[in-house]
């Protein structure tokens, strides 16, 4: 096979139901939750923690949205690239930013427990609590519309981020 020739990709699912048609309040609710959380939390963080749990939740649709919005707002592909294994490429962010990962996990991961104390409290050192709520509320809100966009199985690479600036 030369690079010429490309195989066609595998067939575009369909959705299996468009909830925010059918249940536009919830859907509305979600815009205003989101948008609530994200005033608290620097906006390349915000972009970094929802591309994570939108890994670890496996929710292409989510991913597609938030690494595009990421990439437009001038964040780095490596970055983005690295967020899968960032335990093993801490050199590529803050402490803060590691703080916020781990966090994140902790959160979106509650099948392992509790959101342990020694994450809680590291997170808590890097961020001052009104900020830190925010955080926390940025991670649930991406964890709900990622269970949104999962069990609707929302069809990734339609989206198109808004122009910035």
Known sequence: MTTEERVPYATEHAPRLPWAQHAPEVFQAMI???GAARKGVDPTLY??????????NHC?????MHTKDALAAGESVERIVQLAAWEESRHFYTEK????????????VLT????PDEVYDTAAKHF?????AHLIAAITVINAWNRFGVTARMVPGHYHPRQHG
Do not use: H, M, N, P
């Open 60 to 64: 292409a649709y989510c991913l597609d």
């Open 112 to 115: 392992d427990g509790f959101v």
């Open 97 to 108: 930013e590691l703080a916020a990962l781990a966090l994140t996990e902790a959160v979106t």
């Open 32 to 34: 205003r939750l989101d």
């Open 128 to 132: 001052e609590e009104a900020e830190l």
């Open 47 to 56: 972009e970094l923690v929802k591309i994570r749990a939108s890994q670890i």
